[in-house]
């Protein structure tokens, strides 16, 4: 007959692989967030983009959920060094997913916006955007499932394509605008939206710090490299940055 501390551990164990599995559907439902939002950017329907706004709740009760259940397991458990990491990473892991969850609904809502003018060429560059942060979100939650530091450490050193990517694209958007002022509502949109994006990468790469920490006990002391040159003049090639 099981001792009462294997009871214990089997429920804690049975605990810990529920918040794991909340996780999981609250990533599952970012990922087609962002895939929803970038469809229904490409097929320019703003009735499905309200679906895919409308769908965020989704994300918002399983993050109450997992807050909810963290905050049980601590009360009850009192868990110590791995096991109170595994704990606090579910709740940080979880407001990541939240927020890229919150992004891919506002890229949804200025797709809304986008379609009362008529389609301009930079915004065909956005679905690539979204492409590089849905591997990284995929990627990481890969790498927190599995345990996987250097899987997550690999999400971390990316995050500078997406960066770069973004940089690109507003280095263009600028362009486009100055050509003809006509373009600049439109072309703003498209800029919050590839801003948006860029931000899920970031939220991607938080996780990735986390899931390091969680498996080493150790956080990842380089500073994070960063492409996004656009908070720098470096953005313009005939206005070199000056350090």
């Not at 499932?145 to 899987?151: I, K, V």
């Amino acid at each position: 007959m099981p001792s009462s501390n294997e009871h214990i551990l089997r429920s804690y164990d049975d605990e810990l692989s529920r918040l794991k599995g909340e996780l999981a559907r609250m990533g599952q439902i970012a990922v087609a967030q962002i895939e929803g939002a970038m469809d229904v950017l490409e097929r320019r329907d703003s009735r499905a983009a309200e679906r895919v706004i409308l769908n965020d709740e989704a994300i918002d009760l399983l993050e109450a959920s997992v807050s909810h259940d963290v905050l049980l397991l601590l009360a009850r458990r009192q868990p110590m060094a791995r096991d109170l990491r595994e704990v606090m990473a579910a709740l940080r892991i979880a407001a990541d997913i939240e927020r890229i969850g919150d992004y891919a609904a506002n890229v949804a809502k200025r797709t809304i916006a986008l379609n009362l003018s008529a389609p301009i060429p930079p915004a065909a560059n956005l679905p690539t955007l979204a492409e590089t942060a849905i591997e990284l979100v995929r990627d990481v939650l890969i790498a927190y499932r599995e345990s996987d530091a250097d899987l997550a450490r690999q999400v971390w050193e990316r995050d500078v394509e997406l960066d770069a990517l973004y940089t690109s694209l507003f280095r263009e958007l600028l362009t486009y605008m100055m050509e003809d002022s006509r373009n600049i509502t439109p072309a703003t949109h498209v800029l919050f939206m590839a801003k948006n994006i860029e931000r899920i990468g970031d939220h991607a790469t938080n996780i990735a710090e986390n899931v390091w920490f969680l498996v080493t006990g150790t956080p990842l002391e380089e500073p994070r490299k960063k492409g996004d040159l656009t908070a720098t003049g470096a953005v313009d090639p005939e206005r070199p940055r000056k350090d």
